[in-house]
């Protein structure tokens, strides 16, 4: 079934609350239940150089992924962080890399030159989903986050977009 990937809008709200209340405390280091408000509050924030797309599979939204500035700070500025979050009954079926090749596209046309995901350490097919797609691991942070009373480690993992130069 073809894939169609496009830019979020109010109207995704409902759908994109239904996939990520799936990943509370699981794949995200966030435990609170969330409303529609909170992603219609998210696309209206979205900076420049800042998107959300989803992936529609038969007119049906089944993922989405952020990209957003790494940092406010100025030295930052080529930097992003990529966030990407499916329905369960869609992983293994290529949506996913669909979707991050399409963010990695756009974080080429906003100028970024690092990506940087942040994956909960215990989601071990996350971290090989983005070694398969370029990412290199950079480091565990030790018991960073704390969710259903235990300390869980994040693991930080980096893409280049760009070779260095020695121009």
């Known amino acids: 079934m073809p894939i169609h990937i496009r830019t979020a809008i109010h109207d995704d709200a409902a759908p994109l609350v239904n996939i990520y209340n799936q990943y509370l405390g699981k794949a995200t280091q966030d435990t609170i239940f969330r409303q529609a408000g909170f992603f219609i509050?998210?696309?209206n924030n979205l900076g420049d150089r800042e998107t959300m797309l989803v992936a529609e599979k038969e007119k049906t939204v089944v993922g989405y992924g952020i990209l957003k500035k790494y940092s406010?700070?100025?030295g930052y500025k080529f930097a992003g962080e990529i966030s990407l979050f499916l329905d369960g009954k869609n992983?293994?079926?290529g949506i996913g890399k669909k979707l991050m090749h399409q963010l990695i596209e756009q974080a080429?046309?906003?100028d970024y030159n690092h990506l940087v995901a942040r994956i909960m350490a215990i989601n071990k097919k996350s971290i090989q989903f983005h070694r398969k797609l370029g990412y290199e691991m950079v480091g565990i942070q030790k018991r960073i986050g704390f969710v259903n009373g235990?300390?869980?480690?994040a693991a930080v993992m980096q893409l280049l977009l760009h070779e260095e130069s020695n121009e």
Do not use: S
């Not at 235990?150 to 480690?153: A, M």
């Open 41 to 43: 509050k998210m696309i």
């Open 72 to 74: 406010w700070k100025e």
């Open 91 to 93: 992983l293994g079926g």
């Open 108 to 110: 080429k046309e906003f």
């Open 150 to 153: 235990e300390w869980r480690d």
